[in-house]
C-alpha cells in the first residue's frame, strides 16, 4: 500500500474509519523514522523537543482532547482558493471553501465571528496578512483548541515561506502541502514544532529575491536615514528560517517592540480613551541552544502600586510571557532570559490603558462651516503632531467620512508632498511623513447635489391655523379652555435650507451637517514608543564558527489601531 501524500494534497490512504486513521498513522511513522535515520544522531527525532517557541508540540493531554478537524483552506482577500485540503471526505468537496466566503461577506459590519455554524458544520477562521486560514469540523471540540492551531499554522507558514502572503503562498504551495502532511494527519495534529518539523520537510522555499543588507530602495522602519552599516530594511526578517542547500544560514536575531494605540477624543479635545497594547517579538535565525538576554528600561512597572526608580516610571496594567522565559532577574534587574528556537515567538504582551506618560502623537482641530442655502460645505483641518522634534511619523492617512450627495472637491494644502481625494464618500487626505513638532493644514470645500441637513433640530412656530390641541379628554369641557392658551403650536423639523431658519443662524453655520464625521487617523511611529518601554540590551550566549559574529537587529515601532476623533 503506498502512502497518498506524496501523490495528491488529500492526506488520505485507501482505509477509511478509525483503522485507517491508525494504518496511515504507523506509514507516517514509518517514513518519518526513514528519514530521520539518514541524518546524524543528533537530527533524529527521538531527542526531547525544546519547550516554547512559536511551533511548540501540543502536549499529550491536548492531544488527546485536541481538534479532529476536517478541511483546511487558504483564500485570499477576494475570495480565490490558494491552499484547500480535505483530511477525512466526509464534506462537500471545494464548494465549502466558496460556502464560507459567501457567508462571511454577506453578515453586517466589518467585524466577522471567528465561529460560524452552517449546516452540520462549524466553520473556525483567523485573517493574517489579509488571507483567511480556516478549518472546519463536524465535531463537537473546543474552537479555542482550532484557534489556536491555526495561530501556530500562520507562525509556521511564515518562517518556512519567508513571509505569510498571498504571492508567497502561491510560490510555495508544494512547501505547503508537505507541511500540512506533516502537521495533520486525517485530522489530528502531529506536532507544531520547527525543531521536528525541520527534519522532515525536504522542499525549500521559494523567494522572490536573494536577500540583501543593504538593499535601501524602500523607506526602513529600522531607520533607513542612517548609516547602511548599521540599518537593516522593514523587510529584513521576511526571509525563511531554513536556508537553502546552495546558501549558508546567516545567524542574525531580530527583536521589535510594536506597540497599537487605540484613541477616541471627543469633539471638545478631551480623551474618552487611551488604549495601548504591545508585544514584543522575536525572530531568530540562530541554531537552537543560542541563550539570550533581554534588558528592558528599569523604571518599567508592572501594576498602580509599584515604583521603581528615581524618575517617572513606565506602568503598565498587565503583562504576560512566554513560557521559555526565564523570569529569575526579572524582578531586579528587569532582564529576560530564553532560548528561543529558530523561528518566530512573542516573547512578552503588555497592555496600558488612560495613563500614558507622553502626550498623544497627533492632535486635530477642525473647523466647519457650511452654506445651507446653496449647500457648500467647507472644513478646515489643522493637524499638529506632538512627537518629539527628532521623531517622525510616516504613511499618515487622514479618513473623514462626508454628507451623501457630495459631488466635488477643492483643496488647498499647506504642503506639496501632501494629497487629497474624494473616494467612497468620505475624504482622504494623505501625508507621507510629518515631523515631530510641526503643524500641517488643509482647507478643503465639497458641493453636494441635495441640500444637506444640519444635525441641530430647531423649533418654528407654524403661522397657519390649526385645530386646537386636545391636552384633555374631549368630554372635560377643559381642552378647550386649555387650547386658546396657546399662542400657536409648535412644530419639530429639521433645518432644512428650503424652510426658513433661525434668525441667529443666517444663510450659513458652524454647526455640522447630518453624515460629518468622525474622522479616523492611521500612522506609523518609527522608534518610537507610546508607553516609553525601551530595550537597554541585547545579549547572545552564541559561539560562532571562525570569525562571524551573529547580528542583532532591535526595533521600536508604534502604530494606530484606531485613532477616532470626533468632529
Known sequence: MSDSKAVDGSGRNSLTGPSGRWVSRGLSWLRRRKIALKGPAHARPFVPEPQGGAGQTLSSSLLSRTAMISQFFILSSKGDPLIYKDFRGDSGGRDVAELFYRKLTGLPGDESPVVMYHGDRHFIHIRHSGLYLVATTSENVSPFSLLELLTRLATLLGDYCGSLSEGTISRNVALVYELL??????GYIQTTSMEMLRNFIQTEAVV???FSLFDLSSVGLFGAETQQSKVAPS???SRPVLSSRSESQKNEVFLDVVERLSVLIASNGSQLK????GEIRLKSFLPGGSEMRIGLTEEFCVGKSEFRGYGPGIRVDEVSFHSSVNLDEFESHRILRLQPPQGELIVMRYQLS????????????PSVQWNRGSGRLQVYLKLRCDLPPKSQALNVRLHLPLPRGVVSLSQELSSPEQKAELREGALHWDLPRVQGGSQLSGLFQVSAVNPLVSCVPTFTCSPDPVLPVQLLH???GVSSCLASMLPCPLSSQMDIPSLPGPPSHGPSTTAPPLGLGPASLSFELPRHTCSGLQVRFLRLSFKPCGNINPHKWVRHLSHSNAYVIRI
Open 235 to 237: 523587510s529584513a526578517a
Open 354 to 365: 488612560d495613563d500614558l506618560s507622553s502626550p498623544l502623537p497627533f492632535r486635530l482641530f
Open 274 to 277: 487611551v488604549d495601548v497594547q
Open 474 to 476: 374631549p368630554s372635560s
Open 181 to 186: 502532511d506533516e502537521v495533520l494527519d486525517y
Open 208 to 210: 522572490s529575491k536573494p
